[in-house]
């Protein structure tokens, strides 16, 4: 018979039952989600996970204020950092290891830290800078502003100061240029700053979309994304065509790999019984219906990279062929698609540029040294720009030394991941082709990135849940245990001075941008505007009304021979009746010196020779540069 057990009295608790547990909560736990009385956000796992963020934080903004970013010396905002920032970054670091424990049921906390890393590394701009960083950005807002004066863009009329090709490739600009009217901002100088943040916000679920398609591990896709954020210190996340143009590339790829699979292209690796422990089982296949609809709606996407930018269509392209060389992906509709949409753009709208393009083939092909040099001579000169040029080496060899290491260590990984390590090696073979004004080096290194952190990370984060041969023996795993944090530290260390390194060549005082203003304000139109270098604040104001010579962007050697007479090299290259404003300013003399442009004292010694010279007339003179003037007789 039943036993019958009594109700327990009202305000009876030594008579009451037990209380009922939830599943999984240990004994002795107090119910409503308490361990010994404790709220669930205060219990010692959840702490951990949470408080670091919170100290990060904190210590962050607390820095903020004692960042003397209006007094860089040559290692630009390294030593103008305060201890407290850099005990922010740490605090991330730790915060993230912990919250990797919980990635598979509690994600939100790796991408709360994810997000944490993003401001912190490249906010304090945003944040504090009272101009715009990085000099030569102000001309995608004179683009800008142009297209909002003008209401067009002229992508047949030549333009000085490497202009034209903006006319042609006008996507990014006609989106900016429609934002600052929708927001009623004064100009995209307003937000310009602010780039690097937002984009990398809008990469991060795009790279996980593509990293859960290739493993189920969250540790490992969470640690992927750290990696990206740490080795992407190339600087092609402002506000400019490539950092919009990337995603947009990012994006195909994402839909491509998870949604254009052929049927029966899988074999093994369809089933759950993935090699690799941390292995994704291969997304369903697609019918040839299916994937013909899936052509048709990434056509707008493929054609919006042609309408933003001129390189990312070939990376795009050769990445669709490397994705080809699988059998999985092998889908020749796409590709076709992708290099016609490319091709009509480049013999249409982009047709000028193109056309040039092709006339220097001859010299650049398969001229490997001259294309993987880094800018225009590729010697950087000063204490910061040379420790920034070794820890950029050192960051490449980082991530392609992990990467190598998970490739040889995990072949069943590797194998089942094998688009997007294609996807990876695919832009290398551009070195062969052209150096791109001296920016191949970094634009091969970016787009190679994506893939490049997924292996870093699968040498670094221990398989779980393998058994039989597939099992990771304990020596192993606590080895990679201490590699993990050692390894983020270490990255973390090499992203400071190859993403602040040069910071002072990055950064101008408004009272400098305000002289190069009313310098281009005064000349006339139809007047030539000389500079050293295009890399200083507003260089391309007016654009379309003046024309531009940026006399030292050439080899060191033919700027050596400038130096011996300066006042002569010009004034006897300048057209007869030439009305031509010089402008000088502090930006220049840093870059071009941490650059290699000039030899040290270069600028000064240039200066000072025009100055004394009869030929050109000083217009304004401030501490920030100066502005004279020639009249050609």
Request: hydrophobic content about 50%; proline content about 8%; some cysteine.
């Amino acid at each position: 018979m039943p036993q019958h057990v009594p109700a327990p009295v009202k305000g009876d608790t030594a008579g009451s039952a037990e209380p009922v547990l939830a599943p999984g909560q240990p004994p002795g736990a107090a119910p409503g989600g308490t361990a010994r009385g404790l709220p669930r956000a205060l219990r010692p796992r959840t702490l951990l996970t949470w408080l670091p963020l919170l100290l990060a934080a904190g210590l962050w903004t607390f820095s903020l204020p004692s960042v003397g970013f209006r007094s860089m010396g040559e290692y630009g905002l390294l030593d103008r950092l305060p201890v407290t920032y850099y005990l922010s970054l740490l605090a991330l670091t730790a915060g993230f290891l912990v919250s990797l424990r919980r990635a598979g049921t509690a994600p939100w906390w790796p991408a709360a830290y994810c997000a944490g890393l993003l401001m912190a590394l490249k906010g304090v701009p945003a944040v504090l800078y009272d101009s715009e960083r990085y000099p030569w950005a102000s001309k995608h807002d004179a683009v800008i502003n142009h297209l909002l004066a003008n209401g067009e863009l002229r992508p047949n009329e030549g333009l000085s100061g490497n202009m034209s090709a903006y006319d042609q490739w006008p996507g990014f600009f006609t989106l900016n240029a429609g934002l600052v009217r929708a927001f009623g901002a004064e100009s995209a100088a307003t937000y310009l700053n602010w780039a690097p943040v937002v984009l990398g916000l809008l990469m991060m679920p795009v790279l996980i979309l593509i990293y859960r398609t290739f493993s189920e591990d969250r540790r490992l896709v969470w640690t992927a994304v750290w990696i990206f954020q740490l080795a992407n210190w190339v600087g092609q996340d402002y506000l400019a065509p490539q950092g919009l143009a990337f995603l947009l590339h990012l994006a195909v790829l994402a839909v491509v790999v998870r949604h254009f699979v052929r049927p029966g292209s899988a074999g093994r690796l369809g089933s759950r019984a993935c090699p690799d422990p941390a292995a994704a089982p291969v997304p369903p296949p697609t019918g040839t219906r299916q994937r013909a609809v899936g052509v048709i709606v990434l056509a707008p996407l493929v054609l919006a990279v042609n309408a933003v930018h001129q390189l990312t269509p070939v990376m795009l392209c050769v990445t669709l062929l490397a994705l080809n060389l699988t059998r999985r992906y092998r889908n020749l509709g796409l590709l076709s698609v992708a290099v016609l949409l490319m091709l009509a753009w480049d013999l249409t709208l982009g047709r000028p540029l193109f056309v040039e393009t092709l006339g220097t083939l001859r010299d650049s092909l398969g001229d490997l040294t001259q294309n993987s040099r880094a800018g225009y001579a590729g010697q950087l000169t000063g204490a910061g720009p040379e420790l920034a040029g070794r820890a950029n080496v050192l960051m490449v060899l980082a991530v392609a030394v992990l990467a190598g290491t998970a490739v040889l260590l995990r072949r069943r990984l590797a194998h089942s991941a094998l688009p997007l390590l294609l996807t990876s090696v695919a832009p290398v073979p551009l070195f062969v082709v052209n150096d791109y004004g001296g920016e191949m080096l970094f634009r091969v290194y970016l787009f190679a990135l994506p893939g490049a952190a997924f292996f870093a990370a699968a040498a670094l984060v221990p398989a779980a849940g393998g058994t039989g041969t597939h099992r990771v023996r304990p020596a192993v795993r606590r080895i990679r245990a201490v590699a993990l944090p050692v390894s983020l530290a270490a990255l973390l260390t090499g992203f400071m001075p190859s993403y602040y390194g040069k910071e002072q060549m990055n950064y101008t005082p408004p009272a400098e941008t305000a002289l190069v203003t009313r310098a281009i304000d005064r000349a006339p139109e139809g007047a030539l505007i000389l500079a050293t270098t295009g890399s200083f604040p507003r260089a391309l104001h007016r654009y379309d009304r003046l024309e531009h010579w940026f006399f030292a962007e050439q080899e060191l050697p033919a700027n050596v021979e400038m130096l011996k007479d300066p006042a002569r090299y010009l004034s006897t290259r300048l057209p007869s009746g030439t009305t031509a404003y010089v402008i000088l300013t502090r930006t220049q003399d840093i870059y071009t010196a941490g650059e290699g442009l000039l030899p040290p004292g270069g600028f000064a010694a240039l200066t000072a020779d025009l100055i004394a010279s009869p030929l050109f007339g000083v217009v304004e003179r401030t501490r920030h540069g100066v502005v004279l003037r020639y009249d050609s007789p």
